[in-house]
């Protein structure tokens, strides 16, 4: 008894698997089905460029970019250098404050769109900061250093540190003799 018992679950069972089969897939060629692709291709945008553009090292006037200095960092520490890049962000002392802090400095950049590499620039309230607006292109000349020599500014890939705005002497005024 307990083998027809046995017998009759087992057809059930095998009548339920067919009948689900058949009754459960549904025709695969029908309009309606879920995975069927749209007609037409697909509107991607175009890819971006992830180079970053070409930066001379150094510009006809002989004036380093931003990226060219600080690839050459070994053998312009501590020399005169020219530099040229575009003014990202500046800090000045406010108007008739003679002593600030921070100190004034600038960074400059080789391309306004992409703020890195950046050069730090630093020097004293009497350096050419005053001159310099936001995203101008400029060309500066001063020392290229880790550390400036009064401490004030530190960078370990390398800063610029601007010379005093020295004003020229009035025409005709001789120079002081050297002792």
């Known amino acids: 008894m307990c083998q027809t018992r046995s017998a009759a679950w087992q057809g059930s069972a095998w009548i339920a698997v067919v009948l689900g089969c058949v009754l459960g897939c549904g025709d695969s060629r029908s309009p309606a089905s879920k995975h069927e692709r749209a007609a037409g ?3 991607l945008p175009a890819k971006p460029d992830l180079h970053p553009p070409a930066v001379p090292e150094r510009f006809p006037d002989t004036s380093f970019s931003v990226s060219g200095l600080r690839s050459k960092k070994g053998e312009r520490l501590g020399r005169p250098t ?3 890049g575009f003014v990202a962000q500046i ?3 406010p108007a ?3 002593i600030c802090d921070p100190a004034p400095y600038a960074y400059l950049v080789d391309d306004l769109a992409r703020p890195y590499p950046r050069l730090l620039v630093g020097g004293t309230r009497s350096s050419k900061f005053d001159a310099l607006t936001d995203r101008q292109q400029v060309t500066l000349a ?3 250093q880790t550390t400036s020599e009064d401490g004030l500014y530190f960078d370990p890939s390398g800063l610029l540190v601007l010379p005093d705005d020295v004003p020229s002497p009035p025409e005709g005024a001789t120079a002081p003799a050297a002792r």
């Open 96 to 98: 008739g404050q003679r």
């Open 82 to 84: 020219l530099v040229t």
């Open 91 to 93: 800090h000045r002392c």
């Open 142 to 144: 001063g020392t290229f």
């Open 41 to 43: 291709a697909a509107q």
